[in-house]
Structure formats: structure tokens, C-alpha cells
């Protein structure tokens, strides 16, 4: 579905993704691993065209991510949880909602937006509260809610764990695993915490230096590789 090949990446003068080649396949759940500033928010940014390519192709299926800009990826079925949520804090959790359906019109934003009240009960009770009076739990699921009123084909999540109370964490590892294995979503994720992305990926790749050194099924990721690449 997926597909990165020989992607080049530069912050100004800093080479940050070297020929970085991996494919997230169809129906997979994928997790992008590796310590901190190893490029993987960078990889996803990229995919999203909120950082440009020096070289190298994205493609989603048949279409060239490459060359569209940013605001039109969304639209061939890319869902984005950015690091860090990012929900407008200023809005309700109505109105937060609703900026997905700008993209998703008509009957299917509208369905789409009661399934995502299925899904997180917690935000129908907080409709008319501000995001950024929720907490950071609460605001995982609201940011995880707005990419899912685009019943995106792709669900792309970075670090969507990170901060959060411990039965959030086990939640949306929940809500991960059955939209991938029981809805048939395509995900890549990036996630820290190890026993998660064991429990919901099922393929993964390992970044060090903006460099693919690993890959393959969860399964194949052993106590050497774990030692060598993502233990601080």
C-alpha cells in the first residue's frame, strides 16, 4: 500500500533519512521503531508533505505522494495523528470533530463521526468542552477521532501513547488492534513502548541514523536487536 524508496531527507545541512526504502503492506499494522532522533517523525512528516523530499518517491498504491502538496494527501486516504496531538485547544470537542468532515462530506462524515463517539464514549460526554481542557488522554482520543472521520484506508500515528495514564495506553492499543485486525486499517505506527507495538504490529523496521537497519515480522524482534537499537 505504502511504499518509500531511496527517500533523502535534509535539515539544512544535516543529512537526517538516508535511502530509506520500507513498505507498509495492505492490512498491516507496521511500527517504525528506534531511539529518539533517529528520523522517525521525519519519515512521517515526509509521508505527509510537512517536510520535502531532497530525493527519493512515496507512493500510496498508484499515487505519488511526491508530488502533491501537503493539504491534498488526506484526501487519497491518509489519516494523521501527529506527535503530540496537536487538537485545536481552543475549539470544542464538537468542533474539533467536525474539521474532518470538511474532507469526509455527507452521509459518510456524518457516520463516520457517531462511530468515533462509539469508539471513545468519553468524547460524546465532552462535546461542548474546549480541547484543551481535556486531558492528554482524553485529547489522544480526540486527535485519533479527527483522523478517523476520514475513514482513511491509511491510519499513520506517532507516538500515540507518549504521556498518557496507563489504562488510555491500553485503550487506544485496543482501539488500534481492532480497527487493523477487525476493520482491516492499514497502520504505521511509531511507538516507544515495546510490549505495545508487540501486542498490535505485526511487521516492524528499525531506524538508526535516519537508516532502515532492521525489519521484518514482530516476531523476528529479538533481545539483540532490541539491546543494540532501542534500549537508552
Known sequence: MLTLSAVNQFYRESHTLWDLSLEVPEGSCTCLMGRNGVGKTTTLKCIMGLLPLQSGEIR??????????????????????PQGREIFPRLTVDENLRIGMSVNRGDG???AYQRVLDTFPVLRKM??????????????????????ILEPTLLILDEPTEGIQPNIVQEIGDTIARLNRDLGMTVLLVEQKLPLARRVADRFYVLDKGRAVASGAMADLDDALVRRYLTV
Not at 462535546?127 to 478517523?148: C, H, I, K, T, Y
Open 109 to 111: 462524515g456524518r457516520i
Open 60 to 81: 500510496l498504491g498508484d499515487t505519488a505522494l511526491s508530488a502533491l502538496p501537503a493539504e491534498a494527501r488526506a484526501r487519497h486516504g491518509i489519516g494523521y495523528v
Open 127 to 148: 462535546l461542548r468542552r474546549r480541547g484543551g481542557d481535556l486531558s492528554g488522554g482524553q485529547q489522544q482520543q480526540l486527535a485519533v477521532g479527527r483522523a478517523l
